[in-house]
């Protein structure tokens, strides 16, 4: 007989919105590394606020801004290893930056240019995948060949909400429960696909639950407490380096902003719901325990802010500066190294760009 409380999981929490600790257990990471993600969020934050601004003045092209899903970012990759693997999507900026991704790279990769598709030297990020869920499987991929080289990096993959509703998601959770390969499943549930509700999209109380089917573990975790993430994906990645298998983590979050510069979201939700979720901001409630353990004053944030702010300016100047590529370099990055079918087609282009100089000089 069907038990609905088999489905039931216990949100994890540490931070609630006033930035208390919601129980008296000892936090898991020290006041220096909980600042740090603090930094990482804002820095966060003020990037996706610029680029925003960007697109807007057609600096850029379309793009997927983030704001309000810092925690669960932040704090899932603070929790990694330089030598374990990120799997991202396109709204996952902010993972990519605490584990090495160059903001220079970042850029290049929305304005279009080549170098942006790279993976960053000397930095385990795939490249950013905008296929929904594609990245899943690769990170099944990663973690097992992992096992199968007896090292010990993990692979984790981020996705949306709606990721969850295509195949290749429940073929990736399929194959590494099977394999027990070292990968998590990191579901930003911002309560939208694009402009369809949760609760249109799947009949199942949460995310969390669709675990169970495979035979993995399961978590549901409060999204925009950065503390609680950091130790839900600790708890998950110890896991993996055990040899215990995946895990699905669901991270309850928000997205403040529409789901690309193309959407309006104010056809499809009320700015009451919007305000709702602003309440539960993840940085002001880090903000707020930061401050009432002295570790930080309203002047150091507006100094941080304003450094920032000119370090970005600088980087966004240098990179317009640059030069596009042209046709022949995309084939440079497609494989580690070039196959001859690319090399020929590579030499193609070459023809093709030295006779419309030529036509352009004559």
């Known amino acids: 007989m069907f038990d609905e409380n088999q489905l039931t999981f216990k949100i994890i929490k540490r931070l609630d919105e006033q930035g208390n600790l919601v129980d008296e257990q000892k936090l898991n990471i020290k006041q220096s590394e909980l600042l740090e993600m603090y930094k990482w969020m804002k820095k966060a934050r003020l990037l996706d606020e610029k680029l925003l601004k960007l697109q807007r003045q057609g600096r850029i092209g379309t793009y997927a801004p983030f704001s309000g899903q810092e925690a669960a970012q932040v704090g899932s990759a603070f929790a990694l290893n330089s030598n374990d693997w990120i799997c991202p999507s396109y709204r996952d900026i902010a993972a990519c930056l605490v584990h090495g991704m160059p903001i220079e790279q970042i850029l290049y990769y929305i304005k279009g240019h080549v170098e ?33 080289k007896g090292e010990s990096s993990v ?116 700015n009451e719901e919007t305000e709702e979720w602003l309440k539960k901001d993840p940085i002001i409630r880090l903000k707020k325990w930061i401050r009432k353990q002295n570790l930080w004053s ?41 196959t001859n079918h690319l090399y020929e087609q590579q030499m193609e282009a070459n023809s093709i760009i030295q006779r419309k100089d030529g036509d352009h000089n004559g």
């Open 116 to 148: 942006g598709g790279k993976s960053p030297e000397n930095v385990n990020i795939l490249p950013i995948q905008i296929i929904i869920a594609a990245q899943t499987l690769h990170a099944v991929g990663i973690g097992y060949a992992s096992k199968l």
């Open 298 to 338: 309203d002047e150091q944030d507006r100094e941080f802010e304003s450094n920032f702010q000119d370090e970005m300016n600088r980087i966004i100047d240098e990179v317009e500066k640059q030069d596009f590529p042209k046709i022949n370099e995309i084939f440079n990055h497609v494989y580690d190294k070039m």
């Open 155 to 270: 692979a984790i993959s981020y996705f949306g909400d709606g990721a969850t509703s295509e195949g290749d998601f429940h073929e990736a959770l399929n194959f590494a429960a099977v394999y027990k390969t070292p990968t998590i499943f990191f579901c930003q549930n911002n309560q939208y696909a694009i402009s369809v509700p949760l609760k249109q999209q799947m009949a199942s109380k949460t995310i969390a639950q669709k675990a169970i089917a495979y035979g993995i573990k399961g978590i549901q975790v409060d999204g925009n407490d950065v503390v609680a993430v950091y130790e839900a994906t600790k708890q998950a990645i110890e896991r993996a380096r055990n040899g215990e298998g995946p895990t699905l983590i669901e991270a309850l979050t928000y997205r403040y902003g529409p789901h690309t510069t193309s959407d309006d979201p104010n056809k499809y939700r009320s």
